[in-house]
T-cell receptor, first 114, second 115 residues
Framework: AQSVTQLDSHVSVSEGTPVLLRCNYS??????LFWYVQHPNKGLQLLLK??????LVKGINGFEAEFKKSETSFHLTKPSAHMSDAAEYFC????????????FGTGTRLKVLA | EAQVTQNPRYLITVTGKKLTVTCSQN?????MSWYRQDPGLGLRQIYY???????DKGDVPEGYKVSRKEKRNFPLILESPSPNQTSLYFC??????????????FGQGTRLTVV
């Protein structure tokens, strides 16, 4: 069965310090992986996606993620947090199983401290 | 502007009163789906559609219906809402060809409260 696990439900960082949001996946196939961000009272916006090309993926707003097949991980990072990064982040796997189903992690709420 | 539009954004209703949440996309996407978001559970798929007149159940379909009579519209129907359907609902669309590695576009969400 396919699944995705976000290891931290809440992460707090100080403004200007690095951000690390962790995601592990389980898939029987070569998955596509995504990170989405949800700001309060907003819809979901795509940050970045991995689709079997480069393992280091750069996204919007300075975020990037590295696909590590041996560790089944797709952690999201940013070198320096900004107050505007405070939001909820979702790791999503889209395994090829014929159902075209996106599977969401339970989310990580990022808090940025001044 | 490419977008997915849901209506209404907020809805309070009573148990048993049928309601419909509309979803429309202007990107000619084949694939559309509905999710509900609950605290600590992330987003769970309710139903999805791969094209007109083609729909299938997601992970939590009980108590919901959908239809796909036109490519752009994918309404979510609650025939007899119950309080456990109080949730935040999102509609999403994406291309079908390559949908597995193609961005899903999300609506702004509908916050439903059933009392």
């Amino acid at each position: 069965a396919q699944s995705v696990t976000q290891l931290d439900s809440h992460v707090s960082v100080s403004e200007g310090t690095p951000v690390l949001l962790r995601c592990n996946y389980s898939s029987s196939y070569s998955p596509s992986l995504f990170w989405y961000v949800q700001h309060p009272n907003k819809g979901l916006q795509l940050l970045l996606k991995y689709t079997s090309a480069a393992t280091l993926v750069k996204g919007i707003n300075g975020f990037e993620a590295e696909f590590k097949k041996s560790e089944t991980s797709f952690h999201l990072t940013k070198p320096s947090a900004h107050m505007s990064d405070a939001a909820e982040y979702f790791c999503v796997v889209s395994p090829y199983s014929g159902t075209y189903k996106y599977i969401f992690g339970t989310g990580t709420r990022l808090k940025v401290l001044a | 502007e490419a977008q997915v539009t849901q209506n209404p954004r907020y809805l309070i209703t009573v148990t048993g009163k049928k309601l419909t949440v509309t979803c429309s996309q202007n990107m000619n996407h084949e694939y559309m789906s509905w999710y509900r978001q609950d605290p600590g559970l992330g987003l769970r798929q309710i139903y999805y559609s791969m094209n007109v007149e083609v729909t299938d159940k997601g992970d939590v379909p009980e108590g919901y219906k959908v239809s796909r009579k036109e490519k752009r519209n994918f309404p979510l129907i609650l025939e007899s809402p119950s309080p456990n359907q109080t949730s935040l609902y999102f509609c999403a669309s994406s291309r079908l060809e390559g949908a597995l590695d193609t961005e899903a576009f999300f609506g702004q969400g509908t916050r439903l409260t059933v009392v």
